[in-house]
């Protein structure tokens, strides 16, 4: 009978040897290109996947992804339907108070997209009196808007960024609020070609964006993927996968 390398260490007396742990990676399951997004076989592909699979096999953690709506994927961590989300998650204090984030893996600013002939300009109030401003639901660019405008612009609020996309090409609104990596794959398309950002988020209580892996509180795998993060990040890992996706430094902060 063929024996594991566990069976001969438990009849030996030996200490077993590491095994992974299986854990299941939460993603937004509407496609957020570069970042992620899933074929019609099921199977996801993008920045964040590749990285996550990368962090994951260094840090000795098998892990597979799950797509989850964006406006359930918290609860689905806090009912053990995922194990941690990696899915431009922005480390907020509103979010940390209901999970723990690893270490920052990508740093972003946010920026404002629209018609290249669209005149904008997001601190004058009479520009933005008139101007249909878009951002999608439960985001820290949502917080940011909220917060900037005061009540003082009608904003219209999207479940996925795709279909607020939908809406810019079709001139249903005017201007979008979104990531930067997550606008490029638009920017760059036959689709988003009349297209642009119209001026990059310049405000002291609206710095870069952070995103890292979101856990349930107390998890101790929290430990061992920022373990993993900084074995791709030394180890040249996770700038050949950037730089697949993008051309500049996605990353935003000194590497370890």
């Given at each position: 009978?063929?024996k594991?390398?566990?069976?001969?260490?438990?009849?030996?007396?030996?200490?077993?040897?590491?095994?992974?742990?299986?854990?299941?990676?939460?993603?937004?399951?509407?496609?957020?290109?570069?970042?992620?997004?899933?074929?019609?076989?099921?199977?996801?592909?993008?920045?964040?996947?590749?990285?996550?699979?990368?962090?994951?096999?260094?840090?000795?953690?098998?892990?597979?992804?799950?797509?989850?709506?964006?406006?359930?994927?918290?609860?689905?961590?806090?009912?053990?339907?995922?194990?941690?989300?990696?899915?431009?998650?922005?480390?907020?204090?509103?979010?940390?108070?209901?999970?723990?984030?690893?270490?920052?893996?990508?740093?972003?600013?946010?920026?404002?997209?629209?018609?290249?002939?669209?005149?904008?300009?997001?601190?004058d109030?009479?520009?933005?009196?008139?101007?249909?401003?878009?951002?999608?639901?439960?985001?820290?660019?949502?917080?940011?808007?909220?917060?900037?405008?005061?009540?003082?612009?009608?904003?219209?609020?999207?479940?996925?960024?795709?279909e607020?996309?939908?809406?810019?090409?079709a001139?249903?609104?005017?201007?979008?609020?979104?990531?930067?990596?997550?606008?490029?794959?638009?920017?760059?398309?036959?689709?988003?070609?009349?297209?642009?950002?119209l001026?990059?988020?310049?405000?002291?209580?609206?710095?870069?964006?952070?995103?890292?892996?979101?856990?349930?509180?107390?998890?101790?795998?929290?430990?061992?993927?920022?373990?993993?993060?900084?074995?791709?990040?030394?180890?040249?890992?996770?700038?050949?996968?950037?730089?697949?996706?993008?051309?500049?430094?996605?990353y935003?902060?000194?590497k370890?």
């Open positions: 009978m063929k594991t390398a566990l069976t001969l260490a438990l009849a030996f007396g030996l200490a077993a040897p590491a095994l992974a742990q299986d854990l299941k990676i939460g993603i937004d399951s509407a496609p957020y290109p570069p970042m992620s997004w899933q074929e019609a076989d099921g199977s996801f592909h993008g920045f964040e996947v590749e990285l996550a699979m990368a962090v994951c096999a260094a840090a000795a953690l098998n892990c597979t992804h799950e797509g989850v709506a964006w406006n359930g994927i918290i609860p689905a961590l806090e009912t053990n339907k995922i194990d941690m989300i990696v899915s431009s998650m922005t480390i907020t204090p509103k979010r940390q108070e209901v999970v723990e984030f690893s270490d920052p893996y990508v740093s972003s600013n946010a920026i404002y997209i629209g018609h290249k002939d669209f005149v904008f300009d997001p601190n109030p009479e520009i933005i009196k008139n101007t249909r401003l878009a951002v999608q639901t439960g985001t820290s660019h949502e917080d940011y808007l909220t917060r900037k405008f005061d009540g003082q612009v009608d904003l219209k609020i999207y479940q996925a960024q795709d607020q996309l939908a809406d810019l090409v001139g249903r609104i005017d201007v979008v609020l979104s990531g930067r990596m997550g606008s490029l794959a638009f920017l760059s398309s036959e689709e988003g070609k009349d297209f642009k950002a001026a990059m988020v310049e405000d002291e209580t609206y710095p870069p964006l952070k995103i890292g892996a979101a856990f349930r509180k107390g998890d101790a795998n929290i430990a061992k993927f920022n373990e993993g993060l900084k074995t791709v990040l030394q180890n040249g890992t996770y700038d050949e996968i950037a730089n697949k996706y993008f051309d500049f430094d996605v935003g902060m000194p370890p």
